[in-house]
């Protein structure tokens, strides 16, 4: 008879990924990324439960868009009062703040409800090359995401 194994939260082993941007596409590396997170790629992934492992994002400023995303790609928010909604462009969020445009690609494929919350907060994205995690031994990512 086979059993189906239900994993507990003290189970689940975790380890720190690093993921260059340099040069990668953001929709495919984003893809990647979010599975990660989720522990889809884990043989004991659960879609109910936080069995992902932490990420460490670093060059955020030098990922890539296809075609004229850089110029055509609008970014929305919204300030909280009537007729508020703003939006920045790709290429002026990259200037600014260049670790929200990884964190949001992410975050439009994480579910949105508790779980993606915790999800999200795995996710460390850094400008240069520089990251403070250097006491986790992050693993790189053996795949070739985003080339």
Avoid: C
């Avoid at 460490?56 to 110029?71: D, H, P, Y």
């Avoid at 970014?75 to 703003?86: D, E, L, N, R, S």
């Avoid at 002026?92 to 975050?107: G, N």
């Amino acid at each position: 008879m086979k059993k189906t194994t239900i994993l507990k939260p003290a189970d689940v082993k975790r380890r720190w990924v690093l993921v260059d941007a340099e040069g990668k596409i953001l929709g495919k590396m984003a893809s990647e990324i979010a599975a990660i997170l989720r522990g889809k790629t884990k043989p004991t992934y659960s879609p109910h439960m936080d069995v992902g492992d932490f990420v460490v994002v670093i060059n955020a400023e030098k990922v890539e868009m296809t075609g004229r995303k850089w110029t055509q790609k609008m970014y929305y928010y919204h300030t909280g009062y009537p007729g508020g909604i703003k939006g920045i462009p790709a290429e002026k969020l990259r200037q600014k703040h260049s670790e929200d445009i990884i964190r949001r690609a992410v975050w439009g494929m994480l579910p949105k409800n508790r779980l993606g919350r915790k999800l999200i907060k795995k996710l460390k994205v850094y400008a240069g090359p520089e990251h403070p995690h250097a006491a986790q031994q992050p693993e790189p990512l053996r795949s070739e995401i985003g080339a």
